[in-house]
Structure formats: C-alpha cells, structure tokens
C-alpha cells in the first residue's frame, strides 16, 4: 500500500526562523527530493516575506549611508587625512533590489520544486465573503475594524482549501494561535515548527508496511506426534520491537540485492536519502549478521542465503524504494 504524500503548506511566521538558504528550510527541501513531501508557499507568504527583506535592506543601506557621512564630518576625519577613503557608497537602489529579489525568489523556488500558491480571482470573492459573514479564518463575533488586519490569513487559507483536495496528508506550517485553530477546523494537521512536522515524516516513512520475509532458513516439519505446546503471548517489549523493526529484514536484504551488493556506508546513506531511519537500519543489519544471514566482506554485506535475497529484492516496497530513488 503506498504511502499518503505530506502536503506542506508555509506560513510567512515561519520563513522568518525556517528562511531560504537554512538548514530548516533544507529539511522540507529533503523530505521534497526524497518523494514523500510536496512544498507550497501561498503568493501572498513569499511576498509578506519579500518585502520585508527588503525594508531590511533599506535600512542597512541607509544606515551603512549614514554612517560613512557622519565619520566624514566628525573629528575622526582628521585621522584619515592622506589616506585614500570611499566615496558615497554607491549601492544598489530599492528599485533594483526589488526587481532582483523577485527573480532570485522564483529561480530558487523553482529549481527547488517549490509551488507558488498564486493569488487567484476567486481567492479574493471568498475571502471577502468570509469577511462579510464571519466565516473561517475570520470570528462573527468580532468587529469588523478588527478583524481586517486577518485578510492575509484569508488569502492563505483559501489557497490553502485548494491543496487539501489532493490526496494525501495536509500540514501548514503556521505559529499564530488563532489562524492554527481555522486551520485545524478545515481539516489541516498544524505545526508550529519544521522540527517537529520532520519527526512526524520520519516516523510515517521509517517503517513501510510490506509483506513478512520469508525466514531465511526452513522450519522443520511439525512432529504430528509430539503434544503442541501452547505458544505463550509476546510480552509488551517484544510487541513493541516487532512493530519498531517490521520488516527492516526485507529493506535491508532486498535493497543491499537490488543495488548489488555496495559498500556498506552507500547502502546505509541511500535508505537515509530515501527516509528509512539509519539507525534501526544499522541495527536489523548487525541482527542479519549475528543471525548469519549476512557476512561482511571488507566494507559490502553478502547473503548467505542469494536467492532468497533476490526474492526480497522483487518484493514491492524494494521495487518502490528505487522508483524514487530515480
């Protein structure tokens, strides 16, 4: 059964602390190349976002003006008589500044996979309808003065309405506690930190449910004879590992066959690419070795058992393990 795909919408409170270029906002990028997310930043986030820079801009530029003129005219100058100084600094206008950062933005985005959520026609009617009557994001009982600074969250929530009809899972990433509720209320997993929504990913994708192995050695034939002992109830610890290490035997064994047996650390590496947590990985395959169903040799792990490792490599979740991985 495949896996629901994350659908990550992003909030403007968010890309102040998870912005372009850091390793938060690289942990969606990840999650995104490995196949089990889709990003998204409504038009009207990466806007809010990008102005903001800008005013940024604007007064460091103003500032680092200032205070080339103000050491010009104070009685530090006296200290750089003959020593050649800058003019005016020359730097880019708010202008050029503007139209550069558009183009930088969308370049980004688009090599990186990321959708715009564009502002559309009918995003604008339904938000001024839902100003109009109370509606989600916006609260009835509230007067209208105060509830005009949500706009914004309106535009977003309606974009937003539009991804939660693709299948699959629905997370916003969003830090207001207010906007957090409308979008609960429309059917929206919240999330308040990268962090946290990327554990949540790691635990739905660490553990893929395939069929059970086949055990790498034959059971011997029952004794018709022989009373059969009641089998006692896995204890709660053996309950737990059963369900923790559900067939890592298979991902291990199948994925180190399909790739031909690599070295080692470029198996391992890979099923981390590929969202299969490293470290229950790491264990199942000491678990194979001490088991002798695998050996090492110099850094790449072979089976004991080669055709039952080719089984394990045609099993459906190995076949969807390397789709994604082209």
Not at 79 to 90: A, K, N, R, V, Y
Not at 161 to 181: I, M, N, W, Y
Not at 249 to 278: Q, S
Request: glycine share 4%.
């Amino acid at each position: 059964m495949a896996m629901d795909i994350f659908h990550l919408i992003l909030d403007t409170s968010i890309l102040h602390a998870a912005h372009f270029g850091s390793s938060r906002f690289e942990k969606l990028l990840r999650r995104s190349r490995q196949g089990v997310a889709k990003v998204y930043i409504p038009q009207v986030v990466l806007e809010e976002r990008r102005t903001q820079l800008l005013k940024d801009y604007n007064s460091h530029a103003d500032a680092a003006r200032g205070a080339l003129l103000k050491m010009s005219e104070s009685p530090v100058s006296m200290l750089l008589e003959g020593i050649q100084m800058p003019g005016p600094l020359d730097l880019p206008s708010r202008e050029d500044v503007d139209g550069n950062s558009r183009a930088v933005f969308h370049k980004f985005l688009a090599d990186n996979k990321v959708e715009i959520l564009s502002f559309k026609d009918e995003h604008a009617k339904r938000a001024l309808e839902a100003y109009l009557h109370g509606r989600p994001p916006f609260k009835p009982a509230e007067k209208r003065e105060t509830e005009r600074k949500h706009i914004p969250d309106s535009w977003i929530y309606e974009a937003a309405l539009e991804v939660r009809a693709r299948p699959g899972r629905h997370c916003v990433l969003v830090k207001d506690t207010r906007f957090q509720s409308a979008l609960r209320e429309a059917g929206f997993e919240v999330f308040d930190d990268v962090d946290a929504l990327d554990q949540v990913i790691e635990e739905a994708t660490a553990v893929v449910p395939i069929r059970v192995a086949a055990p790498a050695v034959p059971a011997e034939a029952p004794d018709e004879n022989a009373d059969a002992a009641p089998s006692e109830p896995l204890s709660a610890l053996e309950k737990l590992r059963a369900e923790a290490f559900k067939n890592f035997d298979v991902i291990v064994l199948g994925m180190n066959e399909a790739l031909r047996n690599p070295d080692k650390e470029v198996l391992f590496n890979t099923l981390d690419d590929l969202a299969v947590a490293r470290a229950k990985v790491e264990a199942m395959t000491a678990t194979l070795m001490a088991l002798g169903v695998l050996r090492e040799v110099g850094n790449r792990l072979l089976p004991i058992d080669v055709p039952m490792a080719k089984r394990m490599a045609e099993d459906p979740i190995v076949r969807a393990l390397l789709v994604r991985m082209i």
